[in-house]
């Protein structure tokens, strides 16, 4: 390519770049930066679900938000770059033109910063302070509570005589209408079970285990796990029992949690858990110690307890699963002895966090599952409180069937805490705790002995202006000593950094004990970015630091931790992990994990390695695979070499694989495995779930767990008296199919019955799920309608929904508008507004054709009026000649119906007056010009004379036949009548052949 070619192709670019109307981003936005929120105005809402773009410590909201929530009528104009339209009047009108950045409402002008609005997805997005400028609001948001306060000063699209009060109340008054309908569509043919005490959702499992080592030692084991959720009232309760072994004590746990406000047995707790539980991490105890006990909460269970997050839930045999936050790789785990899975500790990212778990079965499945947890620092709203206690006998279990160490048989940990909000960012938090420590005498530890410990503890904690930061002290009463913790983090420029660091002094709390060692400082340093080189592809970057001094030792330990994963081509996903640990015993230790999984066509497959940089060698590969050999049989294989110790090449090599039969009632699992050393194992495994459905009057059986979610019991049926409510003389329509919409939870979960209903199983709770029908399927699709639409909904864990589709039968209008002319005669109209009415109710409008023709197909059964619009018929000064109404009682009833218009008395009065005055004007230019061809005749009358003679008896012999002929021309109405006809047999054909054509697809 020639330089002179190089220079004019990046003029163009950059002339290209530089055109009106050509938005530039000026910031780099990613899907994580959109968060959902609440519009207020008052205390009613405006918006409970509104997507807004949270940037830069920034609230943007989409332009759509003036015209379609706040109702004025301003659009953006992507031509021209800028808002367009007005407020109150015509004549106050409204312009920001983005590429002048100037903008304009009335007689005001106002600049218009660069930071004012982003580009995203070809849609333009505002900032609130934008908005504010354009309508004189003023907006609050409150980023703790996700909600946008709005107040009116006075300029809102209504009468410029309303006073400021009167404006402010119409606007609420617009806002509770919008919230009335959105609920009224929301609760619209909604059945849902009103037992107080619904049936639970179960889930079970066991496994049976045989193993032999090296010694010819051999060793059996049964492992179970058992999982119930239930709806008592207004709670949502779970009662979950486990065994590891069969000589362990088993694990009872009950928890129950008030999401509405129809339960108050507990008072203003909302969230209760006992039996075999766990204690809350705070800010003496940073892990989560196991024991019989309870805890209470005044928030709700999906509440974070602190600035981390724990997923424990249940594991099916054979499966594994993978944590995903924000798309970026934290940490993966395989079938455990109990029957589940833990990500403990997980840090919260400040404002948005996308946690994702993945999960890949031995059938080849892969399955996903999404929570999304906003992170605030717990800060509470000025006037609001939290109280938090708990009781936990630590190492102890309900069934207790053998005695616990000695240490900690007696050990307990108590712990209550209160926050309350100063401010609206601004929460002070005190609390109180005894706990049982376990101490070592000396190092190396020569005997193990418990501790009985009290605490005090108090924190501030603030937030503003995108940073939250808290600065607390714990205080050991028994040595009277005290602890200084101070924590920020932040997630500005969409950079999260979190810091911590802690003085311990010489307070003995169980989160400063490591490895028998007691910390004097720590600190602890968190970035996670989105690393975007050339803007071509996104990185997740992650690192941490973790340094401490010890007291006892007068040493110190750094750890670094970096991470980055990335989706490759032929869809491998890479996580890379590089870990450098210093000791403070003056050791190190250097390691970099990989990880990467792919789909290959019926394969799953995945890979990881270790590899050690200390010692020099690669100590830890992995690699499984899962392919379909048929519908229900599905196959495995795991490869493992390991390495027995670090520091000796001792290695041994893992080989296994399993089988699983998918049957009607859940699934068989058979895994057999040995080594290179002669160790040997097998074991076989067994699922099954149960979800009831009193809709069906069935149990609904899987192999998949459904601890955690909501069902969904749906039918379509023919609405035939046009009721919107399913009566018993009604039919069912079988062929239905239903959709859900997000797949949050992809699971086989579609089961029809006989009866035509459809249980749709696995749907994700607490959160909004969008459920439609299909009826493609069904026979004579083209003359029945959905009238339902899309239902919103929302489930609580083992709640099964019952909802009906309301399907009604079509019939076809259709007709010819007419205009009456001068003459009397109908002469067809074109461009008429022909309005369809149906109980005084517009419901739909056509134009009519250049013919004259309009239709309305598909229009449900029923009585129909069919008018002019009333504003053209007082434009065009004409009337309807009689009101049409049709009755469509059956399927594929196909009317004709033609509308004639006449024009008005006034209009035709004021015509013939117009017509006589016309006539008399043309009557005396006529006599004016007779008079002056009379003279000119009279002065060539002589030279003339034969000329006019022929020319006369030549006109005379033309225009006698052509008189003749006009005179005897027919206005053939017969011929108007048979087109219309023919026009009427077309259409009705081309439906018919369209409904054999779809009936034989379908067929």
């Known amino acids: 390519m020639s330089l002179l070619r190089k220079l004019y192709l990046l003029i163009y670019a950059v002339l290209l770049a530089t055109l009106p109307g050509a938005p530039l981003a000026h910031a780099q936005i990613s899907q994580d930066n959109f968060i959902i929120i609440n519009a207020y105005s008052g205390p009613v809402i405006i918006n409970s679900a509104l997507e807004a773009l949270y940037q830069d410590n920034r609230l943007f909201l989409p332009a759509t938000y003036l015209s379609d929530d706040v109702e004025v009528p301003i659009t953006y104009n992507k031509a021209e770059n800028a808002l367009t339209g007005w407020l109150e009047n015509h004549s106050n009108t409204v312009r920001v033109d983005f590429n002048k950045h100037t903008g304009r409402v009335g007689k005001n002008m106002f600049d218009v910063s660069q930071d ?87 889930d079970l499992s066991a496994r049976y285990s045989v193993s032999k080592n090296q010694g010819q030692h051999t060793a059996d084991n049964l492992s179970y796990t058992a999982n119930a959720s239930f709806l008592t009232g207004g709670f949502d309760s779970e009662f979950n029992a486990y065994s590891s072994t069969i000589d362990d004590s088993p694990v009872l746990t009950f928890k129950t949690a008030r999401e509405d406000e129809t339960g108050h047995i507990l008072g203003l707790f909302k969230h209760l858990e006992m039996g075999d539980t766990y204690s809350y991490s705070n800010a003496e105890n940073s892990s989560n110690t196991p024991g019989v006990g309870f805890k209470m909460s005044t928030e709700s269970i999906l509440s974070p307890d602190d600035k981390t997050y724990t997923f424990r839930d249940a594991l099916p045999l054979g499966w594994e699963v993978e944590l995903y936050r924000n798309e970026e790789l934290l940490g993966y785990q395989n079938q455990s002895n109990n029957g589940y899975f833990e990500f403990a500790d997980i840090p919260l990212l400040l404002g948005k966090n996308k946690f994702k778990l993945v999960f890949y079965g031995p059938q080849g499945q892969t399955k996903e599952k999404e929570e999304i947890i906003f992170f605030n620092g717990n800060i509470l709203n000025r006037g609001k409180g939290r109280l938090r206690l708990n009781y936990i006998h630590k190492n102890r279990y309900l069934i207790q069937t053998r005695p616990s160490p000695r240490s900690s048989s007696r050990g307990h940990n108590a712990f209550i805490e ?73 997630s500005l420029w969409d950079w999260d950094v979190a810091f911590e660091h802690i003085h311990y002094g010489r307070a003995v709390l169980s989160r400063n004990l490591f490895n028998n060692t007691t910390m004097e400082n720590e600190t602890t340093l968190r970035v996670n970015k989105v690393l975007s080189p050339f803007h071509l592809i996104s990185i997740p970057f992650s690192y941490s630091l973790h340094h401490f001094s010890i007291l006892n030792h007068a040493g110190t330990q750094t750890e670094h931790t970096v991470s980055v994963s990335q989706t490759l081509p032929y869809n491998i996903y890479l996580n890379a992990q590089y870990m450098h640990y210093d000791y403070y015993n003056g050791s190190f230790n250097r390691q970099l994990m990989l990880t990467a999984n792919r789909i290959y066509g019926p394969w799953t497959l995945r890979g990881s390695t270790t590899y050690n940089f200390t010692y020099d060698r690669m100590y830890n590969v992995e690699f499984t695979a899962h392919r379909s050999l048929s519908d229900r049989l599905k196959f495995g294989a795991r490869y493992a070499y390991q390495s027995r110790s670090l520091s000796e090449h001792n290695y041994e090599g893992l080989y296994s694989a399993n089988l699983s039969y998918l049957t009607k009632y859940g699934y068989l699992s058979f895994e057999a495995g040995t080594s290179n050393r002669h160790n040997t194992y097998a074991f076989i495994g067994y699922n099954v779930s149960f979800v009831p459905d009193w809709l069906n009057r069935s149990i609904y059986t899987t192999g998949s767990k459904v601890q955690g979610t909501g069902a969904i019991s749906s039918f379509a049926y023919m609405d035939t008296n046009g009721n919107g409510r399913f009566d018993t003389d009604e039919e069912t329509l079988p062929a239905a199919d239903f959709t859900v919409k997000p797949h949050v939870n992809v699971y086989d979960s579609h089961k029809h019955t006989k009866e035509g209903n459809t249980l749709l199983t696995h749907v994700s709770a607490y959160r909004d799920v969008d459920i439609d029908v299909d009826i493609s399927n069904v026979d004579d699709t083209l003359s029945l309608l959905n009238t339902a639409g899309t239902r919103t909904i929302k489930l609580r864990p083992a709640q099964v929904m019952y909802l009906s589709f309301p399907i009604v039968g079509t019939g076809d209008l259709e007709g010819t508008v007419y205009k009456v002319d001068a003459k009397g005669k109908r002469v067809p109209f074109r461009g008429a507004l022909v309005n369809l009415y149906k109980d005084g109710q517009l419901v739909g409008n056509k134009v009519s054709e250049y013919d004259g023709y309009y239709s309305f197909p598909q229009v449900p059964l029923g009585t129909y009026q069919i008018r002019l619009d009333e504003s053209q018929a007082k434009d065009l000064e004409l009337h309807q000649q009689k009101t049409i109404t049709v009755a469509l009682k059956e399927i594929e009833q196909f009317e004709v119906r033609d509308m004639v218009l006449v024009p008005n008395a006034r209009k035709q009065a004021r015509t013939t007056r117009n017509k006589k005055s016309s006539a008399r004007k043309t009557h005396t230019r006529t006599a004016v010009k007779r008079q002056a061809g009379t003279t000119r005749a009279a002065q060539h009358a002589k030279q003339s004379a034969k000329t006019t003679s022929a020319q006369t008896a030549k006109s005379s012999q033309t225009a006698a036949p052509t008189a003749v002929m006009t005179a005897q021309q027919p206005a053939h109405p017969w011929w108007d009548q048979m087109k219309q006809k023919a026009r009427t047999y077309y259409h009705r054909y081309q439906g018919y052949k369209q409904r054999f054509l779809q009936k034989i697809k379908n067929d």
């Open 116 to 202: 004012d609005y982003l580009y995203y997805d070809d849609e333009i997005y505002l900032s609130i302070q934008l908005i504010d400028k354009i309508l004189n609001t003023q907006s609050e948001f409150d980023f703790a509570n996700q909600s946008l306060k709005v107040t009116s000063a006075g300029n809102l699209p209504f009468d410029l005589e309303l006073s400021r009060r009167q404006k402010q109340k119409r606007f609420d008054q617009v806002a509770k209408e919008k919230e009335a309908a959105r609920q009224q569509q929301l609760n619209k043919d909604v059945y849902t079970q009103s037992d107080w005490l619904q049936m639970p959702f179960i």
């Open 418 to 490: 209160a926050g309350y909000g100063l401010t609206d960012f601004l929460t002070l938090n005190v609390s109180a705790m005894a706990d049982s420590l376990e101490l070592y005498e000396d190092w190396p530890p020569q005997e193990m002995y418990r501790k009985d410990k009290e605490y005090v503890a108090g924190d501030l904690s603030l937030f503003a202006y995108g940073i939250f930061s808290s600065i607390g002290t714990v205080v050991d009463l028994e040595k009277s000593v005290a602890t200084l913790n101070f924590y920020g983090q932040t």
